[in-house]
């Protein structure tokens, strides 16, 4: 009877450390994105959609970027970041100075902060929407990412 | 003869003759006919409209039901969704059509909280959802 209990004991462990080292392969961590507009002429509005290709991703931050033109914090859906929900995002911001205060060339327009899980490298989507001049004509812009250094959660 | 007869004959031949004119049969009125004559009251007064009159309290009620939802129409706020256009005509909604709205209207014409309204309208993750 005492080596039944023991060797259930001992089962019991072994499946509680099992589980232990799973979710440690699992653990999450942060990391922060820059975006980056490259555009020739100065931009007064700007539209971009971010999602991660192998779902690996939650977006919990979004941070306004170098322009003092873009000085508030761009618009996003606030309640899907704010809920943890947001494996994608949509980040817009339009601008009303004049066209001489407006950005141009490589601008960060926005940082975003991530938390990823699972053991594999994160895979990003980045499509820029719309870019356009201060008289609503499109740019012909590109748009670029650069992580920044992670940090275990 | 009997005393019967005897006090007859002591009556006035005119009443004499009088009551036996009054004495007739009693007029049976069968089933049928009390049918037939209830049905023609019936019909008779069915055809005859009653005057329809609200009572007070109904009167009050209604002038309060109409007020109430006069009220209601002009508490009602005014339909954002013909603000939310493809302003700039580019076959899409997006933040260009924001500033299109921004810089098309006069001060003071558009809020800055109805721009940021549509702005956050353009970036909904749910419309974005719904649209797709």
């Known amino acids: 009877m005492r080596t039944v209990i023991f060797g ?146 | 003869m009997g005393p019967e007869k005897e006090r007859s004959e002591d009556l006035p031949q005119p009443l004499i003759e009088a009551l036996k004119s009054a004495d007739r049969p009693v007029a049976m009125i069968t089933a049928r006919v009390d049918r037939e004559v209830s049905e023609m009251a019936r019909s008779h007064f069915s055809a005859r409209r009653q005057p329809t009159r609200v009572p007070r309290p109904a009167w009050a009620a209604m002038a309060a039901t109409v007020l109430i939802a006069v009220i209601v129409v002009q508490l009602q706020p005014p339909d954002q969704s013909t603000l939310y256009t493809d302003v700039d005509r580019s076959g899409r909604i997006d933040i260009a059509d924001v500033l299109a709205l921004a810089r098309a209207q006069g001060p003071g014409e558009r809020s800055q909280a109805e721009l940021d309204a549509f702005a956050s309208r353009i970036v909904s993750l749910k419309r974005a959802g719904e649209a797709s």
């Open chain 1, 8 to 153: 259930l004991i001992v089962l019991c462990a072994a499946c509680a450390w099992q589980a232990s080292s799973a979710q440690h392969d699992d653990s999450s961590r942060f990391a922060a994105v820059d975006i980056y507009l490259d555009s020739a002429e100065p931009v007064a509005a700007w539209q971009f959609e971010f999602s991660s290709r192998n779902g690996l991703m939650k977006i919990v931050g979004v941070e306004n970027g170098e322009s003092a033109a873009f000085d508030g914090t761009p618009y996003y859906d606030r309640e899907a970041v704010q809920l943890g929900t947001a494996d994608r995002i949509i980040v817009a911001d339009f601008s009303l100075a004049d066209a001489n205060l407006l950005p141009s060339g490589r601008i960060r327009i926005t940082t975003l902060h991530l938390v990823l899980t699972g053991r594999d490298d994160p895979a990003f989507d980045l499509d820029l929407v719309t870019a356009v001049t201060h008289d609503g004509r499109a740019i012909d812009a590109s748009i670029s990412l650069e992580s920044q250094t992670e940090s275990k959660q």
